[in-house]
């Protein structure tokens, strides 16, 4: 790829495997527990933190040069905040529906520590495009995880992807039902989606051994 | 120039100036769009009121689609064709009682004064609905929504909203096949208003028993189903007197 050099692409792939913000950073966990129940809220929130971190990175990225070192944390923090209030006001004036949609996650992008933790590890000390792949790539490492998570939690838990009833009826009793199977409610509650990451923690290191800690 | 972001009045005017920006913007932004943003909530109030009285444009299953925004207001005013306010024995008409703000009444009740309690009657096909504005409280946030009962305190249809309920958990109280279980339950036990309680473990899943005052409850959402029946309770105890009036007995 003539637009990205080689040092550039890799910050969008590194974080899609072996430095991805949640399974190896351990950044955003609160929010791959709380919405991760159905695909569809974990498809929503990855598509909002892809836009809020890429945008914000290159924000923070332009001001990096002028940000007091004491107050940085306050600084980047009024800045996500910002950003997310003006979308949200913005969406209710002309999306309303989008909006409704969305409302929940608002509070969940801005306390999400991947995004306070790029900001303050890459975009203070990068330039605004490097931060701006930084940023895009961060999130969509974050988002693959949501997916794979919401992905199992939703088929296991309820039978259903999207919303929609794979599995057959659970109280009809039909489809693969009819031989005996039942969803298993305790993927829908949040512990779940720790044994989920967990497992994909232990794949991804036994598949990539440079990445367990040696103590 | 470089500039010394270490010293303490860079660090202080630089964080005056953000605050003025920051809050010039957002205030700015706020006043600017409040209108349409009050606009799309009375609208969105007009789509939640027919929609618990089974006017909507559903389709199939699982869907909840609202009448669209450009046409609400001319259903309205079709099939509301009473607002009432009820305040203690007086009741008055109006037909802006849809814009009554039940949080702002609750708190006036707790001050002591008396709670304006809005009902809309809506009127399709020949039957009537009388439909109950409710709020309460979920998990995290407020939950709201609107109850419409026929004259025999049957559950003709509902609809839920909420703040902030948890996606895929709490927040399915707005799905279809939880609000469409509520309908043909009767809200009395007996003579008593007894709303209708969100139950677990009522051997019940399909909802056949329409007698019981119950429903049948959301995995994985206990604290936001007991808010559900508790403000189902709460609310139609509120309006029981009035209620007593128009039931046929």
Known sequence: MALLTKKDASLILDPLADNNPITIQVLGICSALAITAELQASVVMAISVLFVLGIGNVVISLMRNIIPSKIRIIVQLIVVATLVIIVDQVLKAFAYELSKTLSVFVGLIITNCIIMGRFEAFALANGPWRSFLDGIGNSLGYGIILIIVGFFRELLGSGTLFGFPVLGNPISKTGLYATGYENNGFMIIPPAALIVVGIIIWIQRSRNTALIEDN | ?249
Do not use: C
């Open chain 2, 1 to 249: 120039m470089a500039i010394n972001t270490e010293k303490n009045s860079y660090t202080v005017i630089f964080a005056s100036v953000m605050v003025v920006v920051v809050g010039t913007v957002l205030a700015f932004l706020a006043s600017s769009l409040s209108e349409k943003i009050k606009e799309n909530e009375r609208l969105e109030k007009q789509q939640n009121i027919l929609y618990a009285m089974g006017i909507n444009k559903n389709e199939g299953e699982g869907s909840v689609s609202f009448i669209p925004t450009e046409e609400v207001a001319g259903e309205f005013s079709k099939y509301i064709k009473e607002q009432l306010i009820i305040e203690g024995d007086k009741i008055t008409k109006d037909d802006q009682a849809y814009l009554i703000d039940l949080k702002k009444q609750a708190t006036a009740a707790k001050n002591g004064e008396t709670r304006k309690l809005p009902l809309f009657i809506g009127d399709k096909d020949g039957s009537k609905f009388y439909i109950i504005p409710m709020r309460g409280k979920g998990l995290w946030d407020a939950i709201w929504g609107f109850v419409a009962l026929d004259d025999r305190m049957v559950v003709q249809g509902v609809y839920f909203d909420h703040a902030a309920e948890t996606p895929g958990l709490g927040a399915n109280i707005k799905q279809r096949y939880f609000m469409d279980d509520f309908s043909g339950e009767s809200i009395l036990a007996g003579t008593k208003y007894a709303g209708i309680a969100v139950a677990k473990g009522n051997n019940d899943p399909l909802n056949q028993t329409k007698d019981d005052n119950e429903v049948d409850a959301l995995a994985g959402a206990t604290i936001t189903g007991n808010g559900v029946s508790a403000m189902i309770s709460e609310s139609v105890t509120m309006y029981k007197d009035y209620l007593e009036t128009i039931r046929v007995k």
